[in-house]
């Protein structure tokens, strides 16, 4: 079935420096969402990707949609307390199959 | 004020027991979800429901039951069965789940205790 891999699992960086989450799909994927989730939240969307190579920015935050629809990945320039949270992607496959990857916790040091 | 609600937010029950958690929306979506969390493991799927009176099972249903008599609410029975029900319960929906746009709306959540 649809696996989707997310690394790293935890992630702690000074406030200031990069970070960087990776996701690879087991199968090609018809789009790719991104999702954060505050300590004690609930997911909230970041954005959808859509298209082979497709890159989108917000703010600080770049999301990458590989060109065989496989991997994504999504980098924050000059990480900020505010960052701190759970990143989750969130691949469509098949039969429009949803399936989140297992999350990157971001812990930002001030 | 469009979104989803779930409650109640925190529950406890004693080992045994069925309960129901409930998730009600006003977003006029369509396709309603049920996710478990538990540390480490990320979101899974436990049921999803893509029209009224139809849902189907998701990677882990076992020892789950769901109803969807009403577009707006799609309540989740956690029952005896279920062997390790401790977990943070979310709720999500989709405008409809065979658009190609499919953002999912996620309520608060429902944190479930199983004494």
């Known amino acids: 079935g649809q696996q989707v891999m997310q690394i790293p699992q935890y992630q702690h960086v000074q406030e200031g420096e990069d970070f960087t989450t990776y996701c690879n799909s087991s199968?090609?994927?018809?789009?790719i969402q991104w999702y954060k989730q505050r300590p004690g939240g609930h997911p909230v969307f970041l954005i959808q990707?859509?298209?082979?190579?497709e890159v989108k920015k917000q703010k600080r935050l770049t999301f990458q949609f590989g060109e065989a629809k496989k991997n994504s990945s999504l980098h924050i320039t000059a990480t900020q307390t505010t960052d701190v949270g759970t990143y989750f992607c969130a691949g469509t496959g098949g039969y429009q199959k949803v399936t989140f990857g297992i999350g990157t916790k971001l812990q930002v040091i001030p | 004020d469009g979104g989803i609600t779930q409650s109640p937010k925190y529950l406890f029950r004693k080992e045994g027991q069925n309960v129901t958690l409930s998730c009600e929306q006003n977003?006029?979506?369509?396709?309603m979800y049920w996710y478990r969390q538990d540390p480490g493991q990320g979101l899974r799927l436990i049921y999803y429901?893509?029209?009224?009176?139809?849902?189907q099972k998701g990677d882990i249903a076992e020892g789950y039951s769901v109803s969807r008599e009403k577009k707006e609410s799609f309540p989740l029975t956690v029952t005896s069965a279920q062997k390790n029900p401790t977990a943070f319960y979310l709720c999500?929906?989709?405008?409809?789940?065979?658009?190609?746009?499919?953002?999912?709306?996620f309520g608060p959540g429902t944190r479930l205790t199983v004494l």
């Open positions: 199968t090609t994927l018809s789009n």
């Open positions: 977003l006029n979506h369509d396709a």
């Open positions: 990707l859509v298209k082979s190579g």
């Open positions: 999500a929906s989709t405008l409809s789940a065979g658009s190609s746009y499919n953002e999912q709306f």
């Open positions: 429901s893509q029209i009224v009176n139809d849902f």
